[in-house]
């Protein structure tokens, strides 16, 4: 199960200047670092602290509000960031046609946004970007509304036969809307940093697209890639993190068709931005995670993120700490994918292990 199921699922805790007064990235205008400060947004004190974070699905009201209630005991625990995977679940407003079932209210998101504030958890919105546009039988809203946009138009009834649903990175009428998708949830949850998924896209230049047919898939995915940081850091000003499994070659790094990509996009690696956060996402015990330091040495911040198996989580978690002389290994995530209830959320016992890990030194 736990090949099958997607990975998917930044800133020092504290705010984006805590890294970037470390001076590996882009630098900010002094002045905004300046105006944090003086907000209480950016504690000094905590620039170095290690990134803890708990990863899930929130698409309906129900579980933001589920959500909420947690935060205070996340906060107790040592957890200063949330990745909530929105995807459909908001009451988009530029395109209503592609809320899912009970959507998150803006009056709900900005609660969110308050409670993780009041406790200083950095709160990330996700919205799954190119693959995971299916799951099972059930195609998602943007393919339902508009299967013209899909990689594989016709192809596929019932999602028979493949694993998810991609739409086609070359289709002049995605962005616009996927964009306009992303800066209501930038706005609805106050963030300063978007997660875009990116994870286990298999379906990629297809033959059945006649846009991809034969391209490049590497330059295909890092097209996508770049196309989403121009909208996100470029225009929006705000951070981009995204899974890193495509960008994983498996035939040099053991990592297999999952974890890694066995479909031609890993060179992408080298053709995006050094700025993304890379979340490194691994669910098996492993006696190494070299992935980690390939993508510190090639220059990204790296996020590890392990699953529900305490001992693989636990064997990320050390292997992680032994590259934290390298500032850019930023801590861990911890992804649920279901199988804690959000109302348990603080007692999930790899959550606690990396938690326990990383906890901040006493001064
Ligand atoms: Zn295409």
Redesign the pocket.
Known sequence: MGTLLPCRMGFSPCGTSGVMMRGQHGPKPILHLLVLLMAGQVGLAKESAPWLGVHLGVSSNRQATALTDVVGSLAELGINAIVAEINYGFEYESHPELRGRDPITKEQAGKLAAECRKHRIRLIPQFQCLGHQSWSRNTAPLLTKYPQFD?TPGLYPENKEIYCRSW????PEVNPIVFGLMDELIGAFQADALHVGLDEVFLIG?DA?S??KGKDKAELFARAVNDYHKHLVGERRVEMLMWGDRLIDSSVLKFGKWEGSENGTARAVDLIPKDIILCDWHYELRPAYESVPMFLEKGFRVWPASWKKPDAAKAFVDYSLAQRGNPRMLGHLNTTWGAVQVKDLAKFEPLLIAAGSFKPRQP
Do not use: I
């Not at 086609?168 to 289709?171: E, G, K």
């Open positions: 990689e086609c990175p070359l289709h297809e697209c846009r991809c």
